[in-house]
């Protein structure tokens, strides 16, 4: 049997995730009983696997920064990042509250309720065509709080190739 990490919170599925670190997290409901979370990993093993050699390209491909290169990281997209999204705010008619530069590990980009926008440095890693996917997609999250049609829609208007752009951010994982 594999070893992995159960989680019980307040949700009412079960979930498996794979971590950077290589660790299988499952997540399942408050009630769920151990030996049920044990079968619903066996089930899935081939699932498991698979996405453990993914993760493995994944982190081969992208290996963490030094501290040096995160600063320089850093340094690129507190220039870059502010005018693309002036850049394209002013196409889309947007203007956000605030722009920050974090080094966040787990997501390109966010957008707060009070929109807020949010990039990690670490998008510095891609090309410009992803860099600007990334933009536009949390300024549309000014607009649309959601993933749904309206948001893609908007996105597309702005850059009707975004599918491809998208699949620049996963390129190396696959």
């Not at 509250?97 to 510095?124: D, E």
């Not at 709080?145 to 948001?151: E, I, P, T």
Request: glycine share 6%; proline share 4%.
């Amino acid at each position: 049997m594999r070893t992995y990490r159960f989680v019980k919170s307040k949700r009412k599925t079960v979930a498996l995730q794979i971590t950077r670190d290589l660790e299988v997290v499952v997540r399942g409901p408050q009630r769920m009983a151990k030996r049920d979370a044990d079968r619903f990993v066996e089930r899935h093993s081939d699932w498991i696997e698979a996405n453990l050699e993914r993760q493995r390209r994944w982190n081969t491909a992208h290996p963490e920064p030094d501290d040096a290169e995160l600063a320089r990281l850093k340094e690129a997209a507190q220039v870059l990042l502010p005018e693309r999204v002036e850049h394209y705010g002013g196409v889309m008619g947007l203007t956000p509250a605030s722009v920050k530069i974090t080094a966040a590990k787990t997501r390109f980009g966010s957008c707060s309720g009070k929109n807020g926008l949010c990039f990690s440095c670490r998008l510095m890693r891609y090309p410009q065509e992803a860099i600007d996917y990334v933009v536009v997609h949390e300024l549309a999250h000014i607009v649309h709080k959601n993933h749904g049609k309206d948001f893609y829609g908007l996105v597309e208007s702005v850059l009707p190739d975004y599918r491809q752009r998208r699949a620049l951010l996963k390129k190396a994982v696959d």
